[in-house]
């Protein structure tokens, strides 16, 4: 110690030694820590249209609401009937509602000879996988009224009805579930455009 209580030279530097070292340490962890962690893997639906045939009505989509489980990206599963899980690591590329919407679209397509114009509203009930013995399958359900263009929200509907949707999956992994969902939401769209064609 230095008259007036100042360090030494040689103790200063040895305590700026043990924190560089202290940092090194540190940056080391967090560097180890983000090269093992696995990365993100992100889904979106198959957006090609499963039909071609004409139908005579074209439907468009106003909106469509989530039920509460359902507004994480994270891909839901029913591990059983009062459990539910998501994956860790599988995420939707984009918000639920958003990426069913498109789905929807492209599979009622521009009509060039529709005779009627109608507007979806709607609610995403479900939309996940469910565990079953021996493997998975896909489960959508959409709530679904039909309205005029231009009608209020307080408006009742034309017609409303709930579809539902149940598909295997050919394993149980997000990749074989996101694909099976994009049947079940085929099914479903062809369900809603055959009961259009009645009003």
């Given at each position: 110690m230095k008259p007036g209580?100042?360090?030494m030279p040689g103790k200063e530097r040895y305590m700026k030694c043990l924190c560089s070292i202290r940092a090194a340490v540190l940056a080391a962890y967090v560097l180890a820590g983000?090269?093992?962690s696995p990365p993100m893997r992100y889904y979106t639906l198959d957006m090609q249209c499963a039909s071609t045939a004409p139908h005579g009505v074209h439907i468009g989509i106003e909106h469509l609401r989530l039920?509460?489980?359902?507004a994480r990206r994270e891909i839901m599963i029913q591990a059983s009937p009062t459990q539910l899980d998501y994956y860790a690591l599988d995420q939707w590329a984009?918000?639920?509602?958003?990426l069913v919407a498109h789905k929807l679209e492209a599979e009622f397509g521009e009509c060039a000879e529709a005779t009627r114009d109608l507007v979806l509203r709607g609610r995403i009930l479900a939309f996940n996988q469910v565990d079953?013995?021996?493997?998975a399958q896909a489960h959508a359900?959409?709530?679904?009224?039909?309205y005029e263009p231009g009608a209020r929200l307080h408006e009742p509907p034309l017609f409303e009805k709930t579809y539902e949707a149940r598909g295997p999956a050919t394993e149980p992994t997000a990749p074989a579930v996101v694909e099976a969902l994009s049947r079940c939401l085929e099914e479903v769209a062809a369900?809603?455009?055959?009961?259009?064609r009645g009003l």
């Open positions: 209580g100042k360090p983000c090269a093992t039920a509460q489980p359902l984009a918000t639920l509602d958003e079953v013995p021996g493997g359900k959409i709530a679904v009224a039909l369900a809603i455009v055959e009961d259009a």
